[in-house]
Every structure is written in structure tokens, then in C-alpha cells.
């Protein structure tokens, strides 16, 4: 069992998807800087691509995703056509020097759309961009999923489907607005396996209203039995003030703090029994996925689909709040739907706040990065943080061998408390894109 120090965990930190995150981006930066970096992308480079369905056929309470529902065809269409736009107008600007690699969609929930709507999509990009046979991941909603789209991404080549399970427990599904039983879950997961689609992630939540310690032993043996290729574990962050869904969740039925961490800790040792490998802080993968084999080598990333093999260091962003990263820049797209929509309708990119790092911002990107994927970093002599770490090196949790610094295996549940030692815009008061650390 991990150590508990609340008063190491009580400040919240940042997912660290990024650095510098999200909450230092701003308006000095936007679509010039988005232009002159494509201009730039050189021949061959390898492209990462990631478009954002900001719509859903029913609304959690819990989710802090840039979603809506989609009840409206025409929003929806509209939308997709300016998405559409936006493709052809990046690609434009790349002038067919990258070659598309990987394309994930995410939202919200992609198969809000049809499928033809998907496959349309699909199509596009294959046709905008150089393209050959990329890896294709989507996430979906279980309760919007039929055997239709199983045959539709298995005949698109989708080999990795990401699936939002969050809890098996009736009472908790209930208290967080999403209702889906267990058959359903098994139905979604033979449906696709009996279409070739292995590589198969599970989300999980914990710290869940009226969650107690036993749901979530209980529905993380309900995921084992399943098999996933994938799990991430995610603690709940609850951000009532600045997610008004939110206000839906009584939160006087949320765990506490201890009871957040002791779950936690249960879902670490049951998922590493069960064989999973642990990935940073929150994901778990067979040995056999790649996700795995490149933690083993020391490939794993961290970006804002969070810990992946993916080692692109060029993903393009497209649709209302999605986020792009260049070398040398970071760029956030309009987060609002119709705002999105004229930009792009306009002829222009979306691209509205972002930032460009400097070279000490990249530096201490690489340290928080190696940190959180690996658990140790190279960190040069006048750059040691000064009394920061102290708290967790009294207690054991992160050791300075020379230069290097590692995170002990007791430290694993505070690694983004650690990281965060490294982050040079940090302020007590500024808890934008930032969470419970565990």
C-alpha cells in the first residue's frame, strides 16, 4: 500500500498534457503563428491528426469535455462542413510535405454521427492529406454504439477503439447521469472483436459520488473478466464552478480525500495483478500492447490524449477547442461551436490562443514529460529545484542519484505533485486545467 501524506496532495496540479498547459496559453498568440508554422513543416514529416466531435446523444454530469448534445441534425452538419473546411484549409498550408501517420477521433462522442457522416469524414482526410495506411483510433460511447459501427470501422481499418465505461455500479451510474449495464458493455466489446478490432481502452473512474471502496474493486474485476487491451484509471475532478454540468453531482456524496486515494491505490494492485503493466500515473497496458512495449523502452509520451507510443512531435488539432502541438508552438482552436464555425467559414484558421515556448520552457517540458512517463530524468546541476522537493525526499518518495532524479515507487501516486516542481509558470493561485493530484 502507497504512503499517505494529504498534505502533499491538497494543492491541485495539472495533468501536465502539455507544457507550458493550457491555463498559460493566451491571445498574443493565434492563426499567424498557426500559418507560419505549417508553412514550415518540413518534407516527410510524419503527422499525427486529432478532430473533436463536440457532440454527444446524452450529457454526463461529471465530463469536463467541450461538448453538446447533438439533437440538432442541422448544428451537427454544419458543423462536420466546417470541419471539412478546416481540413482542406490546413492541409493547404502543408502543401502535401507531412504524411498522415495516426488519426484519432475524440469529443464528446464521434459515433454521435452517422456512419456515413463518419466514413465522409474519414474520406476527407484521406483525400486532403497524404496519406497511406494510418492508424485509426476512435472513441465511442457505448450507449450510442450499434453493430452498424462495428462493421463501419472495421471496414475503415480502425484499430483502436477507446470506450468510456467509467464504473459498472448501478448507483453510481445513476448519480453521475450515465446509465449503461454491464451487457451492454460486453455486447460493445464482442461486437468489435468479432470484427478483427482488438486493441480495445477502457476508461475507469474512481473518487465517483457514492462510490465506495467495494464498487470500485467491483467494477474493476468486471473490467479484467473483459480483458481490455487498455485501461486509464482517472480520478474524478470536480470543477463545479467552471463545468456548470457539474452542479448535477451532489457533492456531498463525493469520497474523500483518503477514501480517493485509498481507491486509487486498489485500482493500481488489481490492475498490476491482473497483469497489466502501469503506465505514469493512470494508464495500465497488457504487455503485449504497444503502449507497453514502448513504456519498456522508454518510448512513452504524454500529450493531450495523454500517455501514448505516439512519438510524433507534429499533431494537428482540428474542430472547436482542439489543441495543436508543433515544434516551437502550441495552438488552441475557437472553443466555441459557432465562433469555430465562422472562422473557418471565412476562410480563416480557427487558431485563437496558444504559445510559443522558448527554449527553458522546452527544457523543463522534457523534464515534467520523462518524470511522468518514466519516473526519473537527467536534469542538469544548476537547475535542481531548490526546497520544492524537499517534502518528498524527506519521506522517501523521490531520490537524487547525482543529476538524476527519481521518483521511488512509493512517490508514484504524487509524480504530478514532483513534476510540478519543475513548472515555471505555477502559481497557488492558478488552478485552471488542473486537478486533485490523485
Same mark, same amino acid.
Given at each position: 500500500m502507497w504512503p499517505y501524506y494529504p498534505e502533499l496532495l491538497s494543492r491541485p496540479v495539472p495533468r501536465y498534457t502539455s507544457y507550458?498547459?493550457?491555463?498559460?496559453?493566451?491571445?498574443?498568440? #493565434?492563426?499567424?503563428?498557426?500559418?507560419?508554422?505549417?508553412?514550415?513543416?518540413?518534407? #516527410?514529416?510524419?503527422?499525427?491528426l486529432y478532430l473533436h466531435i463536440p457532440f454527444c446523444e446524452q450529457i454526463c454530469w461529471y465530463c469536463g469535455c467541450n461538448t453538446g448534445a447533438a439533437s440538432k441534425a442541422q448544428r451537427l452538419a454544419a458543423y462536420l462542413d466546417a470541419l471539412e473546411a478546416e481540413l482542406a484549409l490546413v492541409a493547404k498550408y502543408i502543401g502535401g510535405r507531412g504524411f498522415v501517420q495516426r488519426i484519432a477521433f475524440g469529443g464528446g462522442s464521434p459515433n454521435a454521427l452517422s456512419t456515413v457522416e463518419f466514413v465522409r469524414l474519414l474520406d476527407r482526410i484521406i483525400t486532403v492529406? *497524404?496519406?497511406?495506411?494510418?492508424?485509426?483510433?476512435?472513441?465511442?460511447?457505448?450507449r450510442g454504439f450499434t453493430s452498424e459501427w462495428a462493421l463501419v470501422m472495421a471496414a475503415s481499418n480502425v484499430s483502436r477503439v477507446s470506450? #468510456?465505461? =467509467? $464504473?459498472? $455500479?448501478?448507483?453510481?451510474?445513476?448519480?453521475?447521469?450515465?446509465v449503461q449495464p454491464l451487457a451492454l458493455i460486453e455486447t460493445c466489446v464482442s461486437s468489435l472483436r468479432s470484427r478483427g478490432i482488438k486493441a480495445i481502452n477502457f476508461d475507469m473512474m474512481y473518487g465517483l459520488p457514492h462510490q465506495s471502496l467495494e464498487d470500485v474493486r467491483d467494477s474493476l474485476k468486471q473490467a479484467i473478466a473483459l480483458r481490455p487491451t487498455r485501461i486509464a484509471l482517472f480520478g474524478y475532478a470536480h470543477l463545479p464552478s467552471m463545468i456548470p454540468r457539474q452542479r448535477r453531482i451532489?457533492?456531498?456524496?463525493?469520497?474523500?480525500?483518503?477514501l480517493r486515494f485509498q481507491q486509487s491505490?486498489?485500482?493500481?494492485?488489481?490492475?498490476?495483478?491482473?497483469?497489466?503493466?502501469?503506465?505514469?500515473?493512470?494508464?495500465?497496458?497488457?504487455?503485449?500492447?504497444?503502449?507497453?512495449?514502448?513504456?519498456? *523502452?522508454?518510448?512513452?509520451?504524454?500529450?493531450? =490524449?495523454?500517455?501514448?507510443?505516439?512519438?510524433?512531435? $507534429?499533431?494537428?488539432?482540428? #474542430?472547436a477547442s482542439s489543441i495543436s502541438m508543433l515544434p516551437g508552438l502550441l495552438v488552441q482552436n475557437e472553443k466555441n461551436i459557432g465562433a469555430y464555425r465562422d472562422r473557418v467559414n471565412a476562410g480563416a484558421l480557427a487558431a485563437s490562443r496558444g504559445f510559443v515556448p522558448d527554449a527553458e520552457d522546452m527544457e523543463h517540458s522534457r523534464w515534467i514529460e520523462r518524470l511522468l512517463c518514466d519516473g526519473h530524468v537527467e536534469v542538469r546541476a544548476?537547475?535542481?529545484p531548490t526546497g520544492a522537493l524537499q517534502p518528498f525526499e524527506e519521506r522517501g518518495l523521490a531520490k537524487w542519484h547525482g543529476d538524476q532524479l527519481v521518483i521511488e515507487d512509493s512517490g508514484r501516486p504524487y509524480a504530478r505533485c514532483i513534476a510540478a516542481a519543475f513548472d515555471r509558470f505555477r502559481q497557488s493561485d492558478k488552478i485552471l486545467a488542473a486537478s486533485q493530484a490523485v
Open positions: 507550458p498547459t493550457a491555463a498559460e496559453f493566451h491571445e498574443g498568440v #493565434g492563426p499567424d503563428d498557426y500559418a507560419r508554422a505549417l508553412r514550415n513543416v518540413a518534407p #516527410g514529416t510524419p503527422l499525427s492529406f *497524404a496519406a497511406g495506411q494510418p492508424e485509426i483510433s476512435v472513441e465511442i460511447d457505448p470506450m #468510456g465505461v =467509467q $464504473t459498472f $455500479t448501478p448507483h453510481v451510474q445513476e448519480a453521475i447521469g450515465r451532489d457533492t456531498d456524496a463525493l469520497p474523500d480525500a483518503n491505490a486498489l485500482g493500481f494492485d488489481m490492475l498490476v495483478e491482473a497483469g497489466y503493466a502501469p503506465i505514469g500515473f493512470d494508464h495500465f497496458a497488457l504487455p503485449e500492447d504497444p503502449l507497453a512495449i514502448a513504456a519498456k *523502452a522508454g518510448k512513452v509520451r504524454r500529450n493531450f =490524449q495523454g500517455f501514448t507510443e505516439d512519438s510524433n512531435e $507534429t499533431l494537428l488539432g482540428f #474542430g544548476d537547475a535542481h
